[in-house]
């Protein structure tokens, strides 16, 4: 790696964003570490990460489509109030329209067991599942997804402020991850082309 000029990406300093609640609302894990839809618009699952600023701390939710790993919706705001993850399944809801019944699965922190996420959810037809407590495994799949946004996008370069993470994680997550970025759980296909009804790369050929 030297010889040919190539330096190792590693992950920064680890920052705790799940933190539990004083009176949760908890809800029963429907996927099971399950992480596959038969269908779009079935199964979502979503989570919370952090991002450093000059300003200071910036944090982004999302919401991911487990039929296609398609970010479906996501927000990036200056705190961790559950209006931060409302804000990105409002986004999902709208540009979606999910049928009700919809699963939205996440871990145990404080946003998601809180009254205000578990009424907004339904008012919106949405049915909340959640992991155990303390296993990332549980939330698999939204874990994953943080740790490539950090080392494909948030971790190559500093950050000024939370306009500038808000801006470059649309680009990165919109016209890179749904659109260009393969995916080895698709058959290496990326989000767009799996649910355009391509199954295999040769398909995209013919």
């Known amino acids: 790696m030297r010889a040919a000029g190539l330096r190792g990406r590693h992950p920064r300093a680890w920052k705790r964003t799940t933190v539990a609640g004083q009176r949760p609302i908890d809800a029963p894990d429907l996927l099971g570490q399950d992480f596959t ?107 994953s997804f943080f740790a490539t946004y950090k080392k494909e996008l948030i971790h190559t370069r500093p950050w000024n402020d939370l306009t500038d993470v808000r801006q470059h994680t649309f680009l990165w997550s919109e016209g890179y991850y749904n659109r260009r970025r393969r995916h080895s759980t698709l058959d290496y296909l990326t989000p767009i082309e799996y649910e355009l009804g391509y199954r295999k790369l040769t398909d995209l050929a013919a």
């Open 37 to 143: 839809a038969e269908a779009p618009d079935t199964r979502w699952c979503g989570d919370i990460t952090y991002v450093a600023t000059v300003d200071g701390w910036a944090y982004t939710a999302t919401v991911i489509d487990l039929f296609s790993r398609k970010v479906v919706g996501y927000a990036v705001a200056d705190h961790l109030r559950t209006s931060l993850i409302t804000e990105a399944l409002a986004a999902a809801l709208i540009t979606r329209t999910p049928p009700k019944g919809v699963i939205f699965h996440s871990d145990r922190g404080c946003q998601y067991t809180s009254k205000e996420f578990t009424d907004f959810c339904a008012e919106n037809g949405v049915v909340r599942s959640m992991g155990r407590r303390a296993t990332c495994f549980d939330n698999a799949v939204a874990e």
